[in-house]
């Protein structure tokens, strides 16, 4: 194989994204400034220093790594995911919040062990289906494996709970799974079977019936499960189609929920406008498209299934929580990536994105 220089647009566009980012999360962290200095500058360090530096330097590595290392040990990084993700349950070691228990403490450092898993599901089932290849289309080498493997990601993530890591998983797995060539029937039914799953999960589970219900009807509780949803839609309403100005938001001082994670986009809606928010979507947009390209054009299969699968997980993530904070769907709660708090989460898409860039160099 011929190595060239990494694809320059998927770069032009990964670095508009981090750039924007790192700008609006300075801005929407100004709504905790006003309540605490010491937590601004503690939320400051962690997605600058920790999320944005360690995470550059993660990148330069991975663009230097060969791809076909992370296919040699792609069984031995999901399972190192599944251990560390289920290690939160560990007394002493494991962190609690908000009645969710997803966190590993490591003295004054506390991450999401979820973030990895994400990656190393992504890398596993690429390996297999590169291996599986043609066989993919019989139920046993296709459908079967993926509801293996899901299976074992329910029961960690079920029990924190985290129900809107595992579809981020499920959809990105089915997505890799339809791109490699499994029938669509089996697809179709394996799709209505989860909904099913998830619809009965979601009936005896209180607060994901209360976000649905909420969904329904955002008007229904304006000072308890609607509230977050109401101040998101005061936000993008009171910033028009031009926006208040850039750091010129109001909502983010003590109105909108965690402005510099959960609610980014709304602060982004309000100081950038109707204009602004749409350029974001169309950066996502080109980002999944180049994406692909890069993926189609991949050496090899594992290459493109890798490849696809972190760009569909950073695009349906993305989207997801702009669904989310314009009420086109149920609140979730999942970050906006490359813009949110979480500097785990920045550090490890930004590794990521090493490795497309690497599997770039190696284009047809």
Known sequence: MREHKADKFFF???????????????SASLGILVKSKSTFY????????????????????????????????AFYIFLFSIIITAAVFIPYFGWSHGGATRWIKLGPISFQPVEFLKFGFIIYFAAWLAWAK???????????????????????????????????????????LFISGVPMKYLLGFGICAIIALSIFTAFTPYLKNRVKTFIDPSSDPRG??????QSLIAFGSGGVFGRGFGQSIQKFSYLPEPQGDSIFSVLGEELGFVGACGVILLYLLFLLRGIQIAKNAPDLFGGLMVSGIVIL???????????????????????????????????????????????????
């Open 314 to 364: 950073v695009v349906l993530q993305s989207f997801m929580h702009i669904a989310s904070t314009t009420g086109v769907f149920p609140l979730t709660g999942v970050p906006l990536v490359f813009m949110s708090h979480g500097g785990t989460s920045l550090m490890i898409y930004l590794a990521a994105m090493g490795i497309i860039l690497q599997i770039s160099k190696f284009n047809k």
């Open 134 to 176: 043609n066989k993919v289309q019989d139920f046993k080498f296709g459908i079967l494996p993926l509801f293996v493997m899901l299976s074992i990601i329910a029961l960690i993530l079920f029990k924190q709970p985290d129900t809107k890591s595992f579809i981020l998983i499920t959809l990105t797995g089915c997505s890799m």
């Open 225 to 230: 499960s609607s509230y977050q949803i109401q």
């Open 42 to 73: 503690s939320v400051l360090f962690n997605q600058l220093v920790l999320g944005l530096g360690l995470g550059l330097l993660g990148m330069y590595f991975t663009t230097k790594i060969n791809y076909k290392f992370w296919r040699k040990y």
């Open 12 to 26: 032009i566009v990964l670095f508009l994204l981090v750039f924007l980012g790192v700008a609006m999360f300075i």
